[in-house]
T-cell receptor
């Protein structure tokens, strides 16, 4: 596709339910990132994939959060037993193979998660 | 204290004004500095990036990095209503991966 695609665009869930958020990166991009943007906060790094492996998952806030990537393409972020503080916009970004020099990360439109 | 500090605004200016947006940071190891623009309910899009210290100009936009002061700026000349958005500064270290550390963003409104 032309850009990074995320689904669903919006998700309302009840506290305690599990949710899955999906990201389709730009074709050929080997690096994929998940960020979280809460109201009044900047983007907070969650996890980074290079291919199917996650060399940096230091930003996942708790063991309720997990992510996987298959086929070096689609990624799913799963939040178990959702809490109200999980309400935020979850943004996915992809970039070509990282190098010591900067490579641009392209962002999707995000999934707006509301836990009620 | 956050690694990257940015005034959230909102900042309101008249059309045609020069806008100055700024961030300070604490980690002297940051080498790459970016400015992203985010329209409401959209993902951030890269506006400019700079490596190490210095200035970079692109049309109406100028990015400045002062590593000695740990201070970066984005200037917008001849601001337009279409520039109304949230501007996020972001930084990364040299090395593998592309993990970005963001400021909170400054909300800008350019009034007719």
């Amino acid at each position: 596709g032309a850009g990074v695609s995320q689904s669903p665009s919006n998700k309302v869930t009840e506290k305690g339910k599990d949710v899955e958020l999906r990201c389709d990166p730009i074709s050929g991009h080997t690096a994929l990132y998940w960020y979280r943007q809460s109201l009044g906060q900047g983007l907070e790094f969650l996890i980074y994939f290079q291919g199917n492996s996650a060399p940096d998952k230091s930003g996942l806030p708790s063991d309720r959060f997990s992510a996987e990537r298959t086929g070096g393409s689609v990624s799913t972020l799963t939040i178990q037993r959702t809490q109200q503080e999980d309400s935020a916009v979850y943004l996915c970004a992809s970039s070509p193979r990282p190098s010591p020099r900067y490579t641009e990360a392209f962002f999707g439109q995000g999934t707006r998660l509301t836990v009620v | 204290q956050k690694e990257v500090e940015q005034d959230p605004g909102p900042l309101s200016v008249p059309e045609g004004a020069i806008v100055s947006l700024n961030c300070t940071y604490s980690n002297s190891a940051f080498q790459y500095f970016m400015w992203y623009r985010q329209y409401s309910r959209k993902g951030p899009e890269l506006l400019m990036y700079t490596y190490s210290s210095g200035n970079k100009e692109d049309g109406r936009f100028t990015a400045q990095v002062d590593k000695s002061s740990k201070y970066i700026s984005l200037f917008i000349r001849d601001s337009q209503p279409s520039d109304s958005a949230t501007y996020l500064c972001a930084m990364r270290l040299t090395g593998g991966g592309n993990k970005l550390t963001f400021g909170t963003g400054t909300q800008l409104k350019v009034e007719l």
